[in-house]
């Protein structure tokens, strides 16, 4: 009786998606002398990998992603006759390059850096009705934020001094503009998307009380 085969014993799989017995016909390709042979069985052996992903048949470049995990799994030392160019191991191994992450460490983190984006457009802005739109549409999503991170109120002062400090002096909301949308409005729209306000808390207890508890 032969004795039973850990996985945790065998090789690793270089695609485990195939299973071990795709590897092990693409092992016996690699000790397959007959260079003819090797094409026939290589044929085959992508002919079974694509009867595995039916569902891919109709995606482009289908059987090039074939051809190019079969010579991954041969470890990139299968000699055949392909129809796409032979991938390449270097170019398997070289690692991405790192992407650019924004650094910024802003003093008021609950604005977010978008904020601050749409604070450096607006000082470039030409002087005029726009710019005045813009500028007061940027202090309410700043009070908005406020809101949403911090307490459930707070005075346009706050607000406009941070505007005022975040443009370097340069961004004034028009008097004729102010007051900005009141902060119960802003909270209405919390609630009604049930962000944890306190009435919505109140519901849900009140829904869990009748429940039976074992």
């Given at each position: 009786m032969e004795t039973l085969q850990y996985n945790t014993k065998r090789s690793q799989l270089i695609i485990p998606e195939y299973g071990r017995h795709v590897q092990l016909m693409i092992n016996q390709i690699l000790e397959t002398q007959n260079r003819e042979e090797r094409n026939k069985m290589a044929k085959a052996v992508i002919g079974a990998m694509g009867n595995m992903n039916p569902h891919l048949r109709d995606v482009p470049d289908f059987q090039h992603k074939l051809w190019d995990q079969l010579f991954i799994m041969s470890n990139f030392e299968l000699d055949v006759d392909s129809p796409f160019e032979k991938p390449k191991k270097e170019v398997l191994n070289?690692?991405?390059?790192?992407?650019?992450?924004?650094?910024?460490?802003?003093?008021?983190?609950?604005?977010?850096?978008?904020?601050?984006?749409?604070?450096?457009?607006?000082?470039?802005w030409e002087e005029g009705d726009l710019k005045n739109a813009l500028v007061y549409n940027i202090a309410n999503h700043m009070k908005k934020c406020f809101l949403n991170w911090n307490k459930d109120?707070?005075?346009?002062?706050?607000?406009?001094?941070?505007?005022?400090?975040?443009?370097?002096?340069?961004?004034?909301?028009?008097?004729?503009?102010?007051?900005?949308?009141?902060?119960?409005?802003?909270?209405?729209?919390?609630?009604?998307?049930?962000?944890?306000?306190?009435?919505?808390?109140?519901?849900?207890?009140?829904?869990?009380?009748?429940?039976?508890?074992?």
């Open positions: 070289q690692k991405p390059d790192r992407l650019g992450y924004p650094q910024r460490n802003p003093k008021y983190r609950f604005y977010g850096n978008n904020i601050k984006s749409m604070i450096n457009v607006a000082i470039n109120t707070v005075e346009d002062e706050v607000i406009l001094n941070h505007l005022l400090e975040l443009s370097d002096n340069k961004l004034i909301v028009r008097e004729e503009d102010l007051p900005l949308t009141d902060a119960s409005e802003f909270l209405k729209i919390r609630s009604k998307n049930g962000n944890g306000s306190k009435n919505n808390q109140k519901h849900r207890n009140k829904r869990n009380n009748g429940r039976k508890r074992y």
